[in-house]
């Protein structure tokens, strides 16, 4: 079963950052303080379905689907 | 060389943070509103400086750098910035470094703090909306901080100014070097990791960086922050239901637009009307006043109603970037790019760029200025060539004289007007030339590197009012001094064309004129209207506007309308004046209807037709809605680009543009 990503959260969930599958993407996230093993909350899904937004720690973070689909769960 | 430098130019310190932790405040706070915007060598990335003398009579350059995450750079704006950190002989390399660390989201902040702390550069920490962080039931210990970080640590809050002279204080005492890294051994090496990006294992080094300076991190804040668990919804969450709501969301959306436009447009409308009044006052008072002559004329026909050109744009960009401060400061600007970016993105745009084109429905000027928002270099770019294409007020009087002349007066279901149909078709037009030639554009320029689009959205805030009128003043002052100069010119250049003929012609054709006049007993007023034509059609203006006949005679135009053409460049609806002027409307002229039957009236001298039937008027219309036809526009391209070749071919592109649609129209038409 493939692992389950940001992109398939639903909004108000929360879920642990397994590993990020885009190396620039991944640190730029880590930068933001995305890291592995942190907890992401699904704050909010923009009304046409991109960008999402995510709680990470004390920041609302905005990346887009395709971005959000490389954010691997555990 | 270096040592020449430091001796002459004042020290430079340099305020760093990321974006949205209220450094242009602080920034502000320390040093008035005696800040200039510059641009980095050789880009359009722009920063903010102004000079700042310290308490011990030091003086110094404060630069506000523009707000990043990290120093490693994710765009090439971003790397203008690191670089200036980074590289000891970049012109800006500062002496000592301001961090700015925003206590709500310390644990981030102080990521970016942490890395500048190890390239060795003398800093002082700041510690900045703290009072948001309470309000979060999250306290902060100063003290700790300074001792473990090792670095003198300030609390500031930029809205009721406390912490200031603790600041001052700091910025002039003398810092004790720092023991080593926080996760590097030396300076050198930290740089050089960061600096060299072919490095092999580069990316492995930094990823683990990112990983180690997180767990330091996370135990440092642990240690300096107490945090004390708030049951209630936070107000963002609470807002962002309803803000972010997808009927609700886009209603309030489109509720702030309308707002917007409705400013620009409307409530700026009594500050330029007395603006206009007051030098149209001036400029008669002074021809009645001096003796007649050139001097006279450039005073009161050139140079007054250029400076009034400059002016007349004050209130709408003041307005303008009020509003626009406002909804950054609250955070509510984020939230629109975030509803928008789907659908502006398919166009080569950012959600950014939702606001300026929207505000080019009044005004270019402000409009453009406005796209400063726009983080992303060809973003801005695309916006910025395409805004003029929004139908701005100015094009609304020519419009309606036009319409009134080629569409007759029909109502549908007895309320839906034909003429306010056409109207409307020249918006929606305007709109879709915008977002087409922007999908075209974003064909064109490459993306320069690969960006990821990531956005924070703040929380939210009570905006600061003094914020929000600094950067209505700064706006406003910045357009006067820079795109004023041009303008100017540009003004005084049209008025040398109107006033000036070849050799003794304009006094020839008026003396004929009047002569002419006296036979057929005119009026004193309707001699001087005759008089007024006679001499603007042997002018070097009129003499241009022959000249250039040749060229838009495929699109029915004849040289009285070139005339207007050319005069239109000092604003577009100089066209109504310049037709009334050329019709022998005469000065006391206020009246469109009697514009519109004169010109219903005339005939074209060559083919005996009527020089504005609908062929005529539709294609005219084309051509103002499409031609970049605006010497204030042009002069903020230039500015805002800080290039003549971007801001030339946009005026190149879009009259060819113009030119071949209106071709299109009058060939169908006629």
Redesign the interface.
Known sequence: MPMRSIADMKPGETAIVHHIAD???????????C??GCQVRL??I??????I?VQI????????RE?AAQVKLA | MADSRAVLTPKILALVGNPNTGKSSVFNLLTGLRQKVGNFPGVTVEHHDAPLTLPNGTRCTLIDLPGIYSLVARSPDEAVVTDVLLNLDHPLHPSRVVLLADASNLKRNLYLASQILELGIEAILVISLQDMAESHGVFTRIDQLAQELGVPTVAVNARTGSGKEALLEALQAPISPRSPGFIHQSAQDYTALLIDKDRPGRKEALAQDTVTRYQKLEALVGRAQIEQPTLQKSITQRLDKVLLHPLWGYLIFLGVLFVIFQAVFALAAYPMDAIDGALTWAGQSLKQNLPQGWLTSLVAEGLLPGIGGILVFVPQIAILFGIVAFLEDSGYMARVIFMADKIMRRFGLSGRSVVPLFSGLACAVPAIMACRTIENRRERLITILVTPFMSCSARLPVFTVLTALAVPQVYYLGFISLQGLVLFAMYATGTAFALGSAWVLKKLVAPQGRTIFMLELPWFKAPRWQAVAAEAYLKSRTFVLDAGKVILFISLILWFLASFGPGQALQKAETSARISALAQKATPDQTDALAATARLEVSYAGLLGKAIEPAIRPLGFDWRIGISLIASFAAREVFVGTMATIHSLGQGFNDTSSLIARLRAAKDPITGLPSYRPAVAFSLMVFYLLAMQCMSTFAIVRRELNSWSWAIGQLVGMTTLAWLCSWAVFTILN
């Open positions: 190396d620039d993407l991944g640190q730029k996230l880590m930068e933001m303080g890291l592995p704050a909010t923009a009304p046409l379905g991109c960008p937004c720690d004390r920041s609302l973070l905005t990346i887009r971005a």
